[in-house]
């Protein structure tokens, strides 16, 4: 079985995570288990990042210890991630001892290798950001990052020799253009940061605690995105003297999953360490879109964020799932709001699919007791429906092979269209009227089934719950797809799997 080794970024653990970090677990969820559906041996790893000096000063806020609050938010992390129903495979923590371990002995081995010195650094720090950064790259004087104050600091400080990487990761991303996606970004790395020639990175910290020690100096702290990239490898069965069997069935991986504003630490940083320690690179690093809220970035501060427990508690995960998945595009922003997610709910989820199913269980029941065989009635309008239903495999994977989710999901709904217009076309209560059509009318009851159970096969990494509602509903456990011809169907009692919304009434309520 071919493997599949799929990874999202580890959150911080600075605080409650809201729709937009959550958009990220849930779009790795999608791929991981398409890649199940598919047959892959998958392993889909995801979790907390827990040091660092922001991280501290929350704690210190808060009136705990750090550990105290990282095992709280970290938690409260795990919580969200299952209300949205992922399958990962492991929830990983930065505070594990055995990271910690391996990260030391990473630290160690590069230090050894001459690509780790000591010296002292003078620059402007950010401390939301916990990066220094030279006059020219102040922006207006604050940070280019997050555009907010800065302070001089000097301070001694290990740093890790990037420049002499550089021109290999040049070639390797020129040589790989699956590498970097979307391309776009690939172009940005290179342009903006590699080919201007990048400077040693200051990868220790003197002026907090919270962290992981440096073993030959424990003045220092291992810089937090040392720590954080290597929970890919630490948590795997890596160490530096010590490659496992585990470690060398899933790495590389297949996938990195992270947001477009850190795709510079994992296709930069992450690479070049990965070459100081002679180890293959990941095979793919796709930076995805943002999810705005009404066009605008969420934050605390403008007081616009949404989190996902409270939407699926107004709307259910299906629906949170299926917005966020469809509606971000797969280059540029989303956008997120309540309306917004209604008018989702009652033109996709109630009219398309809900009405589909429902419609189709409740003529089964009503014509022929639940129980429908293909009678092999066939008319000319049946080939293009049917022909609908056998591309649909190879329709998806082309999407899913370029990671393009929502168009995806659209192809699904192509053909849950395509099964609406043939119960328009074909008019099986008119059918019912004339006794002998009666096995016309059972054929095209059973062809509609079969539309019915491909689709909900291909809903599963998207809508588990939903699709497995209605396999349930349809009495139906094969899951082999395309067009089948001898099944025999014994539906249940139909019912309703997404309700139409009265949009302005639920938004007075909320
Ligand atoms: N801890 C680092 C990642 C270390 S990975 C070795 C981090 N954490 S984070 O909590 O700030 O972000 C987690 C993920 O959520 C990142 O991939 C980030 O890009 C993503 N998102 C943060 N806000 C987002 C939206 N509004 N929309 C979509 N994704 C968003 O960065």
Known sequence: MEKYYITTAIAYASGKPHIGNTYEIVLADAIARYKRLKGFDVYFQTGTDEHGEKIAQKALDAGLSPQEYVDNISREIKR???VMNTSYDKFVRTTDEHHKLVVQHIFQKLYEKGDIYLDKYEGWYCTPCE???????????KCPDCGREVSKKSEESYFFKMSKYQD???EYIETHPEFIQPESRKNEMLNNFLKPGLQDLCVSRTAFDWGIKVPFNDKHIVYVWIDALSNYITNIGYDVDNQTDEFKKWWPADLHLVGKDIIRFHTIYWPILLMALDLPLPKQVFGHPWLLMNNDKMSKSKGNIMYADDLVNLFGVDAIRYYVLHE??????GTITYELIMERIN????????????????MANKYFDGKVLNRFVSHEVDSSYIESINSLEERVEKKMAKLEIGLAIDEIFETLRASNKYID???????AKEEEKKERLETVLYNLLEGIRNCAIFLSPYLPDTSAEILRQIASNNLDVGYLENEEYYVLEPVPIFMRLDIPKKLAEN
Do not use: Y
Request: hydrophobic share 45%; charged share 15%.
């Open 80 to 82: 969200i991630w299952d």
């Open 131 to 141: 990066s220094f950064w030279t006059d020219t790259q102040l922006v207006d004087g």
């Open 168 to 170: 290999k990761l040049i």
């Open 328 to 333: 971000i595009p797969f280059a540029s922003d």
């Open 347 to 362: 033109s996709d989820l109630a009219n398309i699919l809900g009405n589909l199913v429902n419609r189709t269980i409740s």
């Open 425 to 431: 076309d074909t008019m099986p209560w008119s059918l």
